[in-house]
């Protein structure tokens, strides 16, 4: 039964093959290394790690899988914007057609509410793992608070997202949670000592945040450029610095 | 010039690294094939929810904000939105930021362990349980208006009128609160000397700050439930 390695070996003995993959395959050490460390994606690892690091009963899997589940949302809120307008005369009908009429549209939309859903829940895991294993203690401080940020990131990026169908259930969810910064204190109009600095309806931080008064067309805009383009680069951002921190601080923590 | 180098202690640090191909590629690889197969399946059975054109002038009953929030909303039962929208919030993220430097205890540093982290442990699981109670009250368990219902029951618009609230005086609210924080920062400190000994006056107080907060969120709701307390402290400024 020599069959199965001559055909691997047939694949990956020629000139596609090497122009793509720029070194040969034979299972060696080096080789081993340089699968990491000459692909421009799987650098970000380093070229060994611990061992008890690649465990799943240690991490639980829940940075990467987060990590994972916001490429997914990225992949699937792309395709969603090709047909999605933040137009409040438009918005609610372009998803009415992404459920009935768009070929797999319902499918898509789907995709990418449950990942959003998934996002917030591995998010939360990952901190509690995070926590368990004491992993924020030094040297790796700082990168909790990265997270800290990532977390509440994720809840931005649901949160802006729940507004944009233009339906009854994002509408009036998004009224509560925004009705809750009229009560900030000293900075909306409702909330305690904001007479000193003067606040009214259309002067406050609700006013800021909604572009308006009241949850018009310029609260979708809003809530559409931050969810598809704000929030996202600066999370993106924030990610590269708190995988870059894991392996400065000295890879994923354990025992010594 | 002075060059300062710091002497190295060396450490011996176990070697038991593995390469990363295939080890761990391999497990994240299949990690993501789960999870997108997952979330496919998922989502090819359960339509995400989409209901009518928003109406500014039809109010949702109840008016729910995604539940991932819920647990704030929940606490507006119990507090005025400046509290529980937006001091509550701003808290909890201020506390889980400061952590790590809070809890200069250096044992349990990336292992499992409970014996060693007590009470770092103890305060931060209670704090995520209580997170998700809330959550989970707010999603499942309010009706119209708010109104509190078993699973088991239906909701109707004719529950109980609940009843009547009362503040408590406020010279009163002020020396139980007063009390509360001051008892709370002085007594651990006397008792556990040393647990006050290694935080230092600085962490000390923030870390105790922090954990009466936590925990007076919870009594208020109790003084609410129990006692039907509206607020602890009235004024006209602000209320708690
Ligand atoms: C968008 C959100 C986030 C992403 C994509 C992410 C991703 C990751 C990944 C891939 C790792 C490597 C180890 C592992 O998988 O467990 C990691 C480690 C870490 N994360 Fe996150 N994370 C996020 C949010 C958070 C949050 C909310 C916290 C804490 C509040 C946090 C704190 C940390 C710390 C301290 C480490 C180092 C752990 C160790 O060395 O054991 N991260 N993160």
Known sequence: ???????????????????????????????????????????????????????????????????????????????????????????????????????????????????????????????????????????????????????????????????????????????????????????????????????????????ALLGGTAIEAPALLRAYVWHCIAIPLIASALMMVHFWRVRKDGGISGPL | MEVRQEKREFVEFKDDKVFTWPTLVAKEFLAAIFVTVGLLFYSYFVDAPLRELSNPGQAENPAKAPWYFLGLQEALVYFDPWYAGVVLPSIIILGLILIPYLDNNPKGNGYYTFKERKFAVTTFVFGYVFWYVLIYIGTALRGPFWAFFWPWEKWTHDFPTPAPMHDLPLPLGIILMGGFYFAGLTLPALVKRDFFMKLGVIRYSLTMGLLLTMVGTVIKMVFRLAFNVKYIIATPWINI
């Not at chain 1, 093959?17 to 299972?27: C, L, M, P, Q």
Request: aromatic share 16%.
């Open chain 1, 1 to 207: 039964m020599k069959v199965i390695p001559e055909f691997l070996r047939k694949i990956t003995d020629n000139e596609i093959w090497k122009s793509v993959f720029r070194h040969g395959y034979t299972d060696t050490p080096r080789n081993r290394a340089l699968q990491i460390i000459s692909n421009v994606w799987l650098h970000l690892h380093p070229a060994k790690v611990r061992e008890h690091g690649t465990k799943i009963r240690f991490t639980w899997c829940m940075g990467g899988i987060t990590f994972f589940v916001f490429l997914f949302e990225t992949i699937t809120g792309i395709l969603l914007m090709f047909y999605y307008v933040p137009d409040v005369n438009r918005a609610y009908a372009d998803i009415v057609d992404l459920m009935y009429v768009v070929p797999f549209g319902r499918f898509l939309r789907n995709s990418h509410r449950w990942g959003a859903h998934a996002m917030v829940i591995t998010v939360s895991i990952h901190m509690f793992r995070v926590f368990l294993t004491g992993s924020y203690k030094p040297p790796r401080q700082f990168n909790w608070v990265v997270g800290v940020i990532l977390l509440v990131l994720t809840f931005l990026l649901s949160f802006t997202g729940y507004l944009l169908p233009w339906d009854q259930l994002g509408y009036w969810a998004i009224t509560v949670g925004t009705n809750m910064a009229r009560a900030t204190p000293f900075l909306g109009h409702e909330g305690p000592f904001s007479y000193i600095l003067g606040m009214r309806a259309d002067n406050d931080i609700r006013f």
